[in-house]
């Protein structure tokens, strides 16, 4: 498969043309990501415009490279966060291969990590100082480190204010 159909054909990217083996991770000439979708026959799908558009980038089917150094998956139906849970995404997504090369992917988990109040660099980094986290770790707690745990009581009585001097 190459990595630009409009290479290949001259002709400018409309989504519902693009076969379904290309639809993922795609962007039409009019800069909105195409999007796989289940159709009305079971097994079967369809390539459509998104409402989602991208900025600075058109025409544009993802790279063979960039979809295997990235982790995704281009049978991937809709625009959702999910793959971001998944063990071991996180590595890939975050790995020199796809963060320095692939913007296309890079943009779409960005704009994904923003939409659940995370900041895909410090998820990042997170994930390079500690690869064994998973990324739902990392977007429950902000990619922060735990915090340490402070002393625990057996008593279920509350706190008294200390005595007036």
Known sequence: MSATYQLLTGEEIICENLPTSM???SISATGKRCLLETANVAGEYTCRNSAVEVEG???????????AACGVDRKTVGISSDAMMEP????????????????????????????EGAFLPDLCDAQRTNPHRSMMEMFSSGGAPEPA????????????APAAM
């Open 23 to 25: 639809c993922a991770f």
């Open 57 to 67: 980038i058109v025409n544009h089917v993802e790279s063979d490279e960039c979809v």
């Open 88 to 115: 071991g995404f996180a590595a890939k997504l975050c790995s020199p291969a796809c963060f320095d090369y692939c913007p296309n992917i890079l943009d779409l988990y960005f704009n994904l990590a923003a939409g």
């Open 149 to 160: 745990p402070g002393p625990v009581s057996d008593s279920s009585a509350p706190a008294l």
